[in-house]
C-alpha cells in the first residue's frame, strides 16, 4: 500500500488549498482515509477522517473551514481548506485504515497502518 500526498505550498491568510491523496495498493471504497498535521515543536494531530459511507468527522478547529472527501472511482482523498489561518501551518499527512473504525479510534494515528509522505502547508500572516 502507498500514499501519496501533495498540494501544500504558501498561501496567505484567509486564502484556500486543496490537499490531495492517491492511494495504491488498496481501494478507498473500503478504507477510511484520515488527514492528520503536525507543526514544528509539537506532536502530529488530527484533523478529518472519512469513512467506508463518506461520514465525515473533524476537529473542532477545522470544522467548517476544512472538507474531507474522496473519489473512489480514482481512489483519491481530499481535503479543501479554506479560511486558513498561520495556526494550520504544518506538514499535513495522510492516513489509511481499514473500515471498521469506530469514531473514538478515528484521532489515533496508531490506527491507521499506512501513510503517506506528509506535504507542508504554511500560511503568511
Known amino acids: 500500500v502507498q500514499l501519496q500526498a501533495f498540494g501544500g505550498g504558501l498561501v496567505q491568510t484567509g486564502g484556500s488549498l486543496r490537499l490531495s491523496c492517491t492511494v495504491s495498493?488498496?481501494?478507498?471504497?473500503?478504507?477510511?482515509v484520515s488527514w492528520f498535521r503536525q507543526a514544528p515543536g509539537k506532536e502530529r494531530e488530527f484533523v478529518a477522517a472519512i469513512r467506508r459511507g463518506s461520514s465525515t468527522t473533524y476537529t473542532g478547529s477545522v470544522k467548517g473551514r476544512f472538507t474531507i472527501h474522496k473519489d473512489n472511482a480514482k481512489n483519491t482523498a481530499y481535503l479543501q481548506m479554506s479560511s486558513l489561518k498561520p495556526e494550520d501551518t504544518a506538514v499535513y499527512y495522510c492516513?489509511?485504515?481499514?473500515?471498521?473504525?469506530?469514531?473514538?479510534?478515528?484521532?489515533?494515528?496508531?490506527?491507521?497502518?499506512?501513510w503517506g509522505q506528509g506535504t507542508l502547508v504554511t500560511v503568511s500572516s
Open positions: 495498493g488498496r481501494p478507498l471504497s473500503t478504507s477510511t
Open positions: 492516513g489509511a485504515g481499514n473500515d471498521r473504525l469506530i469514531v473514538s479510534s478515528l484521532y489515533l494515528s496508531n490506527s491507521y497502518d499506512s
